[in-house]
């Protein structure tokens, strides 16, 4: 069976990734330390540029995180890495090799989550399950017509939850790609839109729950048969 999916447990203090291993961090970004002395100046540039407060924290905190887990993996002071960009501001380890760290961040609200792996490319997204949100709009303006009809056609009871999870898996296949929304291949398929774990023939997607409230979705095109699960800083 793929992708099954460990409990979230604490990590240990040196994670062991091997060329066959996946493994997923969930951290909350509702802490009261200060972070700015981990960012360079492009992040903290990047911080400045975000106008709502509480998103210039999450971003801080979630980029400081990134770095504490890479750290641990490479041994090296999170404030010595050093990061290039792709056109779409995809992170990468500069002077990465083919068979180094992948990574993949992202976060909302007050959860943090990131991809580990080695030599794959990977995404992923996470969204709280808001239900003021007019995903309606959201799904007008950046659905293609596969998932717009695909979407309509669910239950009324069931649309928003069915949003949400059409929305990670895009998110998190068209972060996986490096294009992210400027990507030209906005459809993610037939295939990628019934059931939580799915494979078209390139890539598969597989949604989970980080939190109450809280849906992601992993994006990766190699199959895993185990991916570990850490839970870390916790309160």
């Known amino acids: 069976m793929a992708f099954v999916l460990t409990p979230w447990q604490p990590p240990p203090s040196r994670p062991e990734l091997s060329d066959h291993s996946l493994h997923l961090w969930r951290f909350p970004l509702t802490c009261h330390e200060s972070f700015e002395q981990f960012l360079d100046e492009h992040e903290l540039q990047t911080a400045k540029r975000l106008l709502v407060p509480a998103k210039a924290r ?27 960009y792709g056109a779409s ?13 992948s990574f993949n961040l992202a976060h909302s609200v007050e959860w943090g989550l990131c991809a580990v792996t ?26 293609s017509v596969c998932e717009k009809n695909w979407l309509q056609a669910s239950s009324n009871h069931r649309r928003r939850r069915h949003f949400f999870r059409i929305w990670t898996r895009k998110e998190a296949w068209l972060k996986g790609k490096g294009g992210g929304f400027s990507d030209p291949d906005q ?4 295939a990628h839109l019934q059931g ?3 494979h078209d023939g390139t890539w598969w ?19 895993f048969s185990l991916v570990q699960r850490w839970d870390a800083w916790r309160n």
């Open 58 to 84: 999450a971003f801080i905190t979630a980029r400081a995180r990134l770095r504490q887990i890479l750290g641990l993996y490479l041994d090296l002071d999170p404030q010595s890495l050093h990061f290039n």
């Open 89 to 101: 501001g995809k992170p990468v380890l500069a002077g990465a090799s083919s068979d180094d760290l």
């Open 118 to 143: 080695r030599g794959v490319a990977v995404g992923v997204d996470i969204e709280k399950l808001d239900r003021q949100l007019d995903y309606a709009k959201l799904a007008a303006g950046f659905f």
């Open 187 to 190: 459809d993610i398929g037939l």
């Open 196 to 198: 939580c774990c799915t």
């Open 205 to 223: 997607l597989r949604n989970f729950s980080v939190s109450r409230h809280y849906i992601a979705a992993l994006a990766v095109p190699q199959e």
